[in-house]
């Protein structure tokens, strides 16, 4: 299968720069894989269209202010590093633009009181930085570190809090899991009245979000991995759902890699935490996810390869041909999707 495949015809426009208010407005298109069917909602209708028993599986990662600037030791040149992922205590994964100016040995400062060392080098822009500091790390990054958007968006948010979903609990994502940007405190209790029961499930989002798929066959791909963890509770309230026939719906396609990460052949999970590098394209089955509420992904990535998995490769692309001629907003800040 090529890289190719997956691709799709986007205008600019349709690219959205800011996130809309109120977070539950954005236009959400539902797709019935049981009629073939598309309708047009908004957000705020979700409790209408979920079922009284369903199970939403949400990620509960939070963003780190992951970027940082160092100031090269000798030259002055600035370089901008994406923290990805952490080593041990001072030593983290890095995505460095330019990285032709940080070979390994490359010292830098980042402000009074933290510095650091480039310790190893990688493919596509890949660092390892050994930074040294006096005090708290995580206090010294929310302080210099920004929270990094994606490429295409160039407009700066008014508030943080806003590349934030409601839920985010335990931080160390360099991007939002942004299906879950959509909601609200309100929508929250909303669904909870309705019936509708959430399990929570982490994956920290890293390199694999900003990479492209430079390979021409799909097979050929490498995925970074990425930490997550399936806790007992989630594993029980997930296996419960299964066992009594009810719908697991992921809330965004890190939940989906988690779910699949975990999942038994018979469609139960199992608790756990680690590294998982799952990629998800067709012919993949799907064990444990029954729906999906998602974003608009980019033409030829991993995300609208993993959603051509579930609904099929020229289903996907007919769906996103309709949702530009229906001028839905695309990418992180965009509308949303229903596939059920």
């Keep these: 299968m090529n890289r190719s495949d997956f691709y799709y015809d986007l ?14 407005s954005s236009r959400l298109l539902v797709y019935d894989r049981n009629s073939d069917t598309v309708t047009h909602r908004h957000f705020f209708d979700l409790p209408n269209l979920l079922r009284s ?15 940082v600037t160092g100031v ?9 590093f994406l923290l990805h992922k952490r080593i041990d205590r001072d030593t983290w994964e890095t ?8 070979k390994k040995g490359t010292a830098l400062t980042f402000c009074d009181e933290m510095t650091g060392e480039v310790i190893a080098e990688g493919e596509d822009g890949a660092r390892v930085i050994r930074f040294s500091y006096d005090g708290v790390f995580e206090t010294i990054l929310n ?10 968006i160039h407009k700066q948010l008014k508030s943080i809090d806003r590349y934030q979903t409601v839920y985010a609990r335990d931080e160390g994502s360099s991007a939002a899991p942004t299906a879950g940007l959509h909601f609200t405190e309100r929508l929250m209790s909303e669904l909870k009245n309705k019936g509708v029961e959430i399990a929570e499930v982490l994956l920290h989002v890293g390199l694999g979000t900003f990479l492209p798929v430079k390979t021409d066959e799909v097979e050929n791909h490498k995925m970074h991995s990425e930490y997550y963890c399936m806790t007992t509770e989630a594993a029980e309230r997930i296996n419960a759902a299964k066992k ?35 990629f998800i394209y067709p012919p993949y089955k799907f064990k444990a996810v029954d729906g999906l509420i998602t974003n608009f992904h980019l033409p030829e990535s991993t995300l ?8 099929g ?25 229903f596939f059920q």
């Design 11 to 24: 205008p600019k426009e349709l690219i959205a720069q800011t996130p809309i208010e109120p977070r539950d």
């Design 72 to 80: 090269k030791e000798g030259t002055g040149a600035k370089i901008s």
């Design 304 to 311: 609208i390869m993993l959603v051509s998995a579930l609904l």
């Design 53 to 67: 028993d369903d199970l939403l599986v949400i990620n509960n990662t939070k963003v780190l202010p992951a970027r």
């Design 95 to 102: 995505l460095c633009r330019p990285a032709k100016r940080a």
């Design 143 to 152: 302080r210099i570190g920004e929270v990094p958007l994606p490429h295409y």
């Design 244 to 278: 009594s026939g009810r719908r697991v719906i992921a809330v965004g396609t890190t939940s989906v890699r988690v779910l699949e990460s975990c999942a038994n052949a018979d469609g139960t999970v199992a608790p756990g935490s680690g590294e998982t590098n799952i």
């Design 313 to 337: 490769r020229e289903k996907t692309l007919k769906i996103y041909k309709t949702a530009v001629e229906e001028k839905y907003r695309f990418f992180s800040f965009g509308d949303a999707c």
